[in-house]
């Protein structure tokens, strides 16, 4: 019982909270980022443009099927190549923004093929221009389809932060290692700090996207959207 | 068809990409001159351990690394850059060390690493900074009393990736498996679940393990030389020697010899003597 | 990265073959268990959806690493001795179970209410219909997303390089130290990857198109 209240010392906590805070910043800067890229790449690739989509198909595949570990080395070792010279941080917020930007992108897509034909057309009837019915018309009504998958797409990202340990993120994974590293018998109650930790971010989160569900809501409940939810759900 | 046909085009192109930006790769990096950018920066990058206690090891305390090569990391900072230079420390492990010094993340790498003909292919090393040699831990009242006891199917040995010690006991006993993980304190970690029945690499870094883990020895003593060098990228001739210059400088100093007593005078059956200079 | 190819062929084939075996492993028991979550969910008794709900949330919500590593680490301390790769297979299954169990659970509601009362009147137990006139129509229409799952497994079983589990990424890992090219290596591993999974990505496409 006492090794137990010594991993939970305050200096331990407080180099746990410092980890937990680098893993909640790379989150929220990746998530940031590849929505935004997600949304601009899955439609480009919805759209058909000559050349570009078929590229951006292809390129979204590739990602989409390697494992993020791969992708992490890749920016990590690779990029300064390119000229660029990331710091661990830099480097898992850009592998992870690339990785969950292809994921989102296959779910904005599924979205847009999910929304029934007779709205675009209904929209040009209207004399919308196909990228105004696209954008006003399409794209709310596939993006509230989407909510769920794209949530539970970032829940993955968090969870998947801890995989950059591999090059030294200090992220919260990082330092209950170097926790338990130093003490072995912290090992069983930085588990235990590790999993609370993360069910506490990740659950609030699918708890957030329950409410917007219901918040927002309405659409195709079952079908095209459940499944593309399953099909996202995880990295 | 036409489809399959735009599909395997695509991939020939990708692949063309990919493989140009692997030759490229084998240019870059050495166009810069380290010691003239970190002279006008008035900073030297430290690529150091931060998981390995006695030579660089994370204080939970502070979130600081400390030990011995970062000590003496920051005692060769001022050799060279003067008394107001900083030393920035970039946490690596023996997996990221080679490729990080490669690509420029760091300027040096003073992390625990034997200098070996293989790597000095790929790296420039300076005059050996500390002699350690390559021992096993194992938990107290093992029967493995020294490597060769490990010499037998069914031992498994923990290493390290990309350290030299795994590439060694495959001489030295080639009957053994040999589980490597991402750094020590997974290999540690490991050890005490029984993933393997010894923990092998450099001395140093045992005894310092032992240090905080009783119920842990270092057994059989050394069985290789490992001398432990400061690598720089190859073509960086300047900030080599300058690395060498103040080496010797903080060695003749009597600096060297504080840092060996500050981090190693209570460390039990370490050879003071020996590791003087 | 042709040299790679042609100096470390054994230790590439031996990483993909791990592997494939982990994922595959993972993948029938992961069936199984999540199978049974997925019923459990759905029952009518509330105890059992509790469980259910409690089993899958808390796979669902804490990282793969950490569970693979609680596997490597805590259980050989306590209880039984196990290897990396059985850790990091026994993570895998239980990690990809509460996804699978999710899946087969919205399979499973997508079928029409009216069909298990159908199946009721004509006699057959509760556990009679489920088999027979449920669970056939929910695995066809879940199919093209188990199949993802599958993809999703063979790259989430990259977590077997942290507990030594001998799989393509440790090959890789400990490749890329030997040979010093980490490019070229994680370059090759990563069309070793691709050959695993990218087939059966465009394959689960077609499959989705062909049932919508």
């Known amino acids: 019982m006492l090794t137990v209240l010594g991993a939970y010392s305050w200096v331990n906590i407080k180099f746990l909270l410092e980890g937990a805070w680098v893993t909640i910043l790379v989150s929220v800067c ?45 920016t990590y070792f690779g990029l300064p190549h390119l000229g660029f010279k990331p710091d661990p941080i830099w480097a898992s917020v850009i592998a992870m923004a690339v990785f969950e930007a292809a994921m989102v992108a296959e779910i904005v897509r599924a979205g847009i093929v999910s929304i029934p034909t007779g709205q675009m057309e209904g929209a040009r009837a209207n004399g ?106 995880d990295a | 068809m036409r489809k399959i046909l735009s599909r395997v085009g695509l991939v020939v192109a990708l692949l063309i990409m990919v493989v140009s930006l692997g030759a490229c790769s084998s240019t870059s990096g050495s166009k810069r ?37 970062v000590d003496l990391a920051k005692a060769m900072t001022k050799e060279i850059l003067g008394k107001k230079g900083k030393a920035r420390f970039i946490q690596v492990t023996s997996q990221t060390r080679m490729p990080l010094l490669a690509n420029g993340n760091i300027d040096a790498i003073m992390a ?58 495959k001489k030295f006993a080639p009957k053994a498996r040999v589980l490597q993980l991402s750094d020590y304190s997974q290999a540690l970690t490991a050890l005490k679940s029984g993933q393997g029945d010894a923990l092998t690499t450099d001395n140093g870094i045992l005894y310092g393990m032992s240090i905080e883990n ?62 003087e200079r | 990265m042709i040299s790679i190819f042609q100096n470390y062929g054994g230790e590439l084939l031996t990483g993909l073959g791990q592997t494939l075996l982990c994922s ?48 490597y680490v805590v259980i050989p301390m306590y209880i039984v001795k196990i290897s990396g790769f059985a850790s990091g297979t ?15 659970r919205s399979g499973i509601q997508s079928v029409d209410p009216g069909q298990m009362e159908g199946a009721r009147s004509t006699g ?55 040979s010093l090219q980490s490019m070229s290596t994680y370059m090759c591993v990563g069309v070793l990857y691709l050959i695993l999974t990218l087939p059966l990505s465009y394959y689960m496409r077609h499959l989705e198109k062909k049932l919508a």
């Open chain 2, 112 to 169: 625990t690493m034997t200098i070996t003909p293989q790597r000095a292919e790929q790296v420039d090393f300076s005059r050996s900074y500390f002699d350690a040699g390559q021992a096993i831990l194992v938990k107290d009242g093992s029967p493995i009393k020294n490597v060769r006891s490990l010499n037998r199917k069914g031992a498994v040995v923990l290493g390290v990736v990309g350290s030299n010690s795994v590439q060694n006991i």
């Open chain 1, 128 to 233: 919308l221009s196909y990228w105004q019915a696209l954008w006003y018309i399409v794209l709310p009504q596939a993006i509230r389809n989407m909510i769920p998958a794209i949530v539970s797409q970032f829940i993955s990202l968090v969870k998947d932060t801890s995989l950059a340990t591999i090059i030294v993120l200090p992220d919260l994974m990082n330092h209950a290692q170097i926790i338990y590293g130093q003490n072995t018998n912290y090992t069983i109650p930085m588990f235990l700090a590790l999993a609370v930790m993360y069910f506490i971010v990740c659950y609030s989160l699918s708890l957030f996207s329950k409410y917007l569900e219901k918040r927002i809501g309405g659409g195709n409940k079952k079908g095209k959207a459940d499944e593309v939810v399953q099909d996202a759900s």
């Open chain 3, 24 to 71: 595959i492993i993972a993948l029938i028991f992961a069936l199984i268990i999540g199978s049974a979550f997925a019923i459990m969910e759905t029952m009518p008794n509330k105890f059992a959806r509790v469980v259910a709900r409690v089993y899958i949330e808390v796979f669902r919500n804490i990282p793969l690493l950490v569970i693979t590593m609680f596997f």
């Open chain 3, 90 to 104: 026994v993570g895998l299954t239980l990690y990809s179970s509460a996804f699978i169990a999710e899946t087969v």
């Open chain 1, 30 to 74: 990746s998530i940031v980022l590849s929505y935004i890229f997600g949304v601009i790449l899955g439609v480009t690739r919805y759209v058909q443009i000559k050349y570009l989509s078929a590229i951006v198909g292809f390129v979204i595949d590739i990602i989409r099927n390697l494992p993020l570990i791969l992708i992490i080395f890749f």
């Open chain 3, 124 to 178: 057959l137990s509760y556990w009679q219909s489920m088999r027979y006139i449920i669970l056939p129509q929910a695995f066809r229409y879940v199919i093209p997303p188990l199949g993802n799952q599958f993809i999703n497994l063979v790259k989430n079983s990259s977590v077997l390089a942290f507990v030594a589990g001998f799989d393509l990424m440790y090959q890789a890992n400990v490749i890329a130290s030997d």
């Open chain 2, 214 to 275: 009783p119920g842990y020895s270092v057994v059989g003593g050394t069985f290789t030389k490992e001398p432990y060098g400061i690598a720089t990228a190859k073509g960086q001739r300047p900030f080599h020697n300058a690395i060498n210059h103040a080496l010797t400088k903080v060695e003749n100093s009597g600096e060297y010899n504080k840092l060996i007593y500050k981090w190693f005078h209570n460390v039990k059956g370490f050879d003071m003597k020996g590791a």
């Open chain 2, 33 to 69: 001159d380290v010691l003239k950018d970190d002279k006008q920066s008035n900073t030297i990058t430290w690529g150091v351990k931060a998981d390995t206690k006695l030579f660089g090891l994370m204080d939970v305390k502070d979130n600081q690394i400390k030990g011995f090569e």
